[in-house]
């Protein structure tokens, strides 16, 4: 499936922010959630929130600034998130706290090249299976979508750490044994 043309500009401008933020502080923000699902899965589950984890809320928003977003003050928007002009239908959330409550680890992150020196910081394809997994024993019966997401990136992924990804999940709460791991032959 194919991104649509404003998402992946979207993608650039968050792509400039989040290399802005990594040289004001020496740390990558991350993006989370269902716009990194998106990304792994290639467009095949869609997000129009993009949560972010940034430890500095100021140079996070200077970043932002820079790469043209504006604090979000739109009526029936959530305050303290940003939007980009150019793609008022998209919005941004910083999420509190360290990425999957300190339990990811960092040096697995995925940090994708956008146009030369902008980065994106993703998590691990380990640890947002996890997240969806976990997401879904808290979702419910009759919702699964991100039980559907976490297979889609497993099968997405080209290797999976099986340890950790069995230590992520047990973390997260979810249920390994929903997954199809035949994917991965």
Not at 84 to 109: I, K, N, Q
Not at 136 to 158: E, F, I, P, T
């Amino acid at each position: 499936m194919a991104f649509p043309t404003d998402y992946v500009a979207l993608l650039e401008k968050l792509a400039v922010a989040f290399t802005r933020y990594e040289v004001e502080t020496g740390i990558s923000p991350m993006l989370v959630g269902g716009a990194a699902t998106a990304i792994l899965t290639a467009g095949a589950f869609m997000s129009g929130d993009f949560d972010i984890i940034a430890g500095n809320d100021a140079a996070f928003a200077r970043a932002m600034a820079t790469a043209g977003f504006k604090i979000d003050e739109r009526e029936g928007k959530l305050l303290g998130g940003f939007y980009h002009p150019d793609f008022p239908e998209y919005g941004v959330e910083l999420v509190s706290g360290p990425a999957f409550d300190g339990r990811s680890d960092w040096t697995r992150v995925l940090k994708p090249v956008f146009r030369g020196e902008n980065s994106l910081t993703l998590p691990a394809f380990e640890d947002l299976i996890a997240d969806r997994l976990g997401q879904h024993a808290v979702a419910g019966s009759g919702d699964d979508s991100r039980m559907h997401q976490a297979q889609m990136l497993l099968a997405m992924a080209k290797s999976v750490d099986m340890d950790y990804l069995q230590r992520r999940v047990n973390e997260e709460g979810g249920d390994l044994g929903l997954l199809d791991f035949s994917v991965l032959q």
